[in-house]
């Protein structure tokens, strides 16, 4: 096992996610595809091997231990992150993956063919106008929007028993305390992700 899968492999079982080295060895793929594209497209502004593995690889998979139910929604997806690792890391969930730049859903289309992902789908469009036949039973959200206006998009996705789950820099007490009627932060907490000296946080929403 080379040393880069290895701290993969050993940073996801510190935040409670089982890895398998091929499947280490696919979100390193991952991750030659996005420095591939990035070269043309521009698709994430973070760079280098290193913090690619920590701000995307490890900060998506940290919440895999939050997740509910079978199906699940990435909204805003950009390259692909939450959602892609996640996919890797969980084949008995179904994700749906979201975005409103056209480039950025065809990187993500591609890097799930590349990864022989038969569970996500892609769908290109605001998170406004998507329409789903199911309703999911998570629904996730990487720097997307303040937590009211995230409700106000994800809550026509969210089954009735789902949660939304926010991903989150510095603790955002002010939001939580604007939280619309009928919904109630449960659950949420800071996130230690290995190599990243940064605030992370999940804050996990659910009806009340």
């Known amino acids: 096992m080379s040393s880069i899968v290895q701290r993969l492999v050993h940073g996801a079982a510190s935040l409670g996610v089982v890895l398998a080295e091929r499947d280490a060895d696919r979100l390193l793929h991952l991750l030659d595809e996005v ?9 994430t502004a973070i760079h280098g091997r290193e913090d690619m593995l920590t701000h995307h690889l490890l900060d998506s998979l940290s919440i895999q231990p939050d997740l509910r139910g079978r199906r699940v929604a990435d909204l805003g997806t950009g390259a692909g992150f939450p959602g892609l690792p996640l996919a ?7 994700f749906t993956l979201i ?23 892609v ?16 629904v996730l959200a990487r720097a997307f929007a303040p937590l009211p206006d995230l409700l106000h998009a994800a809550a026509p996705l969210c089954a009735p028993l789902g949660r939304v789950l926010a991903m989150k ?8 305390d604007a939280l619309p009627a009928g919904w109630r932060a449960e659950g949420s907490h800071e996130l230690a992700i290995p190599g990243l000296d940064e605030s992370r946080c999940v804050i996990v929403l659910e009806r009340s």
């Open 35 to 43: 420095e591939r594209w990035n070269r043309t497209y521009n698709l």
């Open 169 to 176: 820099g510095k603790w955002p007490q002010a939001e939580i």
């Open 99 to 121: 975005d409103s730049n056209g480039k950025k859903a065809r990187f993500v289309q591609h890097a799930a063919r590349e990864l022989n992902l038969s569970n996500v789908e």
């Open 88 to 94: 890797v890391a969980d084949p008995d969930r179904h």
């Open 123 to 138: 769908l290109h469009g605001r998170v406004e106008s998507v329409s789903a036949a199911e309703p999911f039973d998570s």
